[in-house]
């Protein structure tokens, strides 16, 4: 059974810095591109970045980039979200998603339950 | 960036309907587009990829059509468990985008 357990979110100050992790299992985690999607409170669906099965391939969203980075360790089953400068409107429940294939072009098939990330002085 | 833009935005049916949601592109995106179902306070939920192809256990009452830049959802017979919000999607090419999703409300 395909599982993604986010962890890592909570209460930040602007400015501040954050790690999101993604514990994946059920699945051979390096065959495929992982992503990130966001949803700030009440909003629709923000995707934020994503990464290829070799950590190629990376993407983010124009919100987020210069400031968060995402990695993977396929030695470990993690996905990962380095989250800097921290902004009110990145705050969000962070979703982390398994890609359909190993090209990171291909959508998200399996989202994991989301983890809150409120930034917040 | 791609734009992707849904409409409506929201809508009222009843149980038994047959419902269209549009989603257009701001420029072509070949079959790189795919449809999430998402309930108040869930995860999202993938349902097809590829413009027409159905993820696994996704029920056939689902279907998707459309090319280049103009996409269809549709659902064929509407039930109480798909009252949702309903996001397309372009996965063409970085950074992936979103349409503003559609809320099917019950009427």
């Known amino acids: 059974e395909v599982q993604l357990v986010e962890s890592g979110g909570g209460l930040v100050q602007p400015g501040r810095s954050l790690r999101l992790s993604c514990a994946a299992s059920g699945f051979t985690f390096d065959d495929y591109a992982m992503h990130w999607v966001r949803q700030a409170p009440g909003k629709g669906l923000e995707w934020v970045s994503g990464?290829?099965?070799?950590?190629?391939?990376?993407g983010y969203a124009d919100s987020v980039k210069g400031r968060f980075t995402i990695s993977r360790d396929n030695a470990k089953n993690y996905l990962y979200l380095e989250m800097n400068s921290l902004r009110g409107e990145d705050t969000a429940f962070y979703y982390c998603g398994k890609g359909q294939s190993s090209v990171a072009a291909a959508p998200v098939d399996f989202w994991g339950q989301g983890i809150l990330v409120t930034v917040s002085s | 960036d791609i734009q992707m833009t849904q409409s409506p935005s929201s809508l009222s049916a009843s149980v038994g309907d047959r419902l269209n949601i549009t989603c257009r592109a701001s420029?072509?995106?070949?079959?790189?587009l795919a449809w999430f179902q998402q309930k108040p306070g869930k995860a999202p939920k993938s349902l097809i990829y590829?413009?027409?192809s159905l993820q696994s256990g996704v029920p056939s009452k689902f279907s998707g059509s459309g090319s280049g830049t103009d996409f269809t959802l549709t659902i064929s017979s509407l039930q109480p468990e798909d009252f949702a919000t309903y996001y397309c999607?372009?996965?063409?090419?970085?950074?992936?985008?979103f349409g503003g999703g559609t809320k099917v409300e019950i009427k």
């Open positions: 999607q372009q996965y063409q090419s970085y950074p992936f985008t």
């Open positions: 420029q072509g995106i070949r079959n790189h």
């Open positions: 990464i290829g099965w070799n950590s190629g391939y990376i």
């Open positions: 590829a413009v027409s």
